[in-house]
Nanobody, 120 residues
Framework: QVQLVESGGGLVQTGGSLRLSCAAS????????MGWYRQAPGKQRELVAT???????NYADSVKGRFTITRDNAKNTVYLQMNSLKPEDTGVYYC??????????????WGKGTLVTVSS
């Protein structure tokens, strides 16, 4: 099995910063793209940012210029630095990783999520 464990969520005031981390472990052979998604109350899960193994990045328009996604391939870890946070950034942030496990199965793995709350 492959596990993704997120950390770094919490409560912050508008304009503040948080850094999320997500570490993948378990029966992993390789990981390709990793990313962050979020789900606000009453809304569908949406893409926040993704990063390829070669560090090519993609961001939702709503976070461009404020959020930065990075990864450490040696540690199978992805980070999300969030600056200038707004109340509309509030939600549960989920880590995702596209990879192959030891059985040869290629699939998208998900973390359980970490809550980010931005107060106005």
């Amino acid at each position: 099995q492959v596990q993704l464990v997120e950390s770094g969520g919490g409560l912050v005031q508008t304009g503040g910063s948080l850094r999320l981390s997500c570490a993948a472990s378990g029966s992993i052979l390789s990981i390709n793209a990793m990313g962050w998604y979020r789900q606000a109350p009453g809304k569908q899960r949406e893409l926040v940012a993704t990063i390829t193994r070669g560090s090519r990045t993609n961001y939702a328009d709503s976070v461009k210029g404020r959020f930065t996604i990075t990864r450490d391939n040696a540690k199978n870890t992805v980070y999300l630095q969030m600056n200038s946070l707004k109340p509309e950034d509030t939600g549960v942030y989920y880590c995702a990783a596209d990879g192959v496990d030891v059985s040869g199965t290629y699939m998208r793995y998900w973390g359980k999520g970490t809550l980010v709350t931005v107060s106005s």
